[in-house]
Each structure stands twice: as C-alpha cells, then as structure tokens.
C-alpha cells in the first residue's frame, strides 16, 4: 500500500465489538496505522442488543486516547448512526451513515439478522426480497437528509446474505436500478462511499460492499472512496485494504480518501 493503512470503521465493548477502545488502538499503531477512528452503533430504542448506551463514557474514553497517543496515531472519535436513531452527536469528529432496518408500519425489519427476516419478507413484501431491496435503498438514499453524514456505511448491506443468490438475483435490472437510484441522490452530497470488507472477513460475502457494478457508477459520476474494516476485533482492522486498493483501481478511482481532524484527505493510489 502506498500509504499508510487507516480504519475509520470500528466497534468496541461500547456497542457489539469484542476489544476495548485501547486495544483497537494499539493494535492499530502495531500495524502502522496513520489513524483509528471509533465509530459506535448509534443508541436504538427500538433494538437496545447491539448499540451504544453509555454516550458519555464512550466519548470520555475516545479523547482520552487521543491524547495519551498524539504523536504515534491520530485518533478519532466518530459514531456510525443509524437511519432511524434520534440522537444527535454532536461530539462526533464524523458521522457514518448506515441503514440497518426497513420498518414497515411499527416494524422494523433489521437488514443485517436472518432470523425473522425471511417471514418478515414473506409478510410484508409479498416474499419479494427485491421489493424489500427497494425499500432499503429508498432509506439508504434519505441519509445526508436525515443527520450529519460524511461517510455511506456498507451502501448495499442488503446482499449480506445473499451470497449464494438464493435470496434475489443481484444482476436483475430492477435490483440494480435501486441501487443506481439510491447513488443519484448520496452523489449530489460531499460523502465518502466505504469499501467495507466486513463481510469478507466473517466469510459472509467473496467480494466487499458496494458491489462492482455500484463501485464503477461511483467512479464515473465522480463519487469518493474510502477503505473499512468494519471492524469488531482487533484481527478485523483494514482486513484486504490492498485488494479493496486495487479494486478501487479497477473501477476507475484515482485516490482513496481518508478522514482527519481537519476534515477529508485525497490520498493518491
């Protein structure tokens, strides 16, 4: 890689993740990272399992590190906010916007559980997966009106189990112009698009999120990139960075951007 790794997608034992705070952070000055950026599940009434509870605790500890480890590591600390949470944040240094739920009615359907997701399909959707695709993207295109967002968490989570196609055909045309719809509308906005290799890592998906054909659409209508772990342990951190590099590339990208306190960098690749 020709600069130095970075991943500014992480969880903790704030939220769902398995190291602390500190742990991710000197395993990524181990790895030679430039920065670690902390980014907690936003506070989800509606589903309390996975999200953060203790804001004030979380924040405390993420400027602690930061200056414990100025000079070796800048450190950041972000909050990854979903569609539907309410709270602000307004000490985030970025926000990752990410959609994990469709709620119909008084329902939410969460995107990235299997278990009740393919009843709740069957319910709601008539049994079509695409159809629940379309709603997904609809809410995935909403985000930069809904709060703060400076970077598109895992912009098509809803293929994490359709690794097989079992579930929907992701070259079907109306799957892709959902997608293609939702990229119209995140690209009038100054966001990043993660490539996010959290699936790769848990063996979940071959390729990272978006897909290649999202991927070249970005490129060519002059969206940015950036690189994520999505990263729940330490082992997780910037996992595949050099292929997601490559890939990038391959689509047509020129330079990945990272995130700084300052705001975002163009590192040429």
């Known amino acids: 890689m020709s600069f130095k790794p970075f991943d500014f997608h992480t969880h903790s034992l704030f939220c769902d993740g398995k190291n602390t705070l500190e742990e991710m952070t000197l395993a990524s000055i181990e790895k030679g990272f430039s920065a ?22 979380y924040f405390a500890e993420g ?6 480890y100025k000079g070796e590591i800048e450190v950041l600390c972000g909050i990854e ?11 985030a240094d970025y926000v990752i ?14 995107v990235d559980l299997f278990d009740g997701q393919p009843e709740a399909v069957e319910k709601y959707f008539g049994g079509d997966y695409i159809s629940f695709a ?9 985000l930069p009106k809904a709060h703060k967002t400076d970077i598109i968490g895992h912009f098509d989570l809803i293929k ?13 045309e109306r799957y892709i112009n959902a997608g293609i719809k939702a990229l119209d509308e995140l690209l009038k906005y100054d966001v990043l698009f993660e490539i996010n290799t959290g ?18 659409y970005i490129a060519e209508h002059g969206g940015k990139v950036t690189l994520s772990g999505d990263s729940h342990e330490v082992n997780a ?6 292929k997601s590099k490559e890939l990038a590339k391959e689509c047509g990208f020129k330079s990945i951007y990272t995130i700084t306190k300052d705001g975002k960098k163009e590192l040429e690749i």
Do not use: M
Request: aromatic share 18%; with cysteine.
């Open 237 to 242: 951190l910037a996992f595949n960075f050099e």
């Open 97 to 110: 916007g990410s959609v994990h739920y469709v709620k119909v009615g008084d329902k939410y359907i969460a």
């Open 63 to 68: 400027r602690r590190l930061q200056e414990k």
């Open 160 to 172: 994490i189990f359709n690794k097989d196609g079992n579930l929907f055909d992701e070259n079907s």
């Open 134 to 142: 379309e709603s997904y993207f609809e809410n995935v295109a909403k």
């Open 81 to 91: 906010r979903d569609f539907y949470a309410h709270n602000t944040y307004p000490d």
């Open 36 to 57: 670690i950026g902390f980014s907690a599940h936003s506070y989800t009434d509606f589903d309390r399992d996975y999200c953060l509870q203790d804001e004030a605790a």
């Open 199 to 216: 699936a790769v890592f848990r063996g979940r998906r071959p390729e990272p999120y978006p897909s290649e054909v999202f991927l070249r």
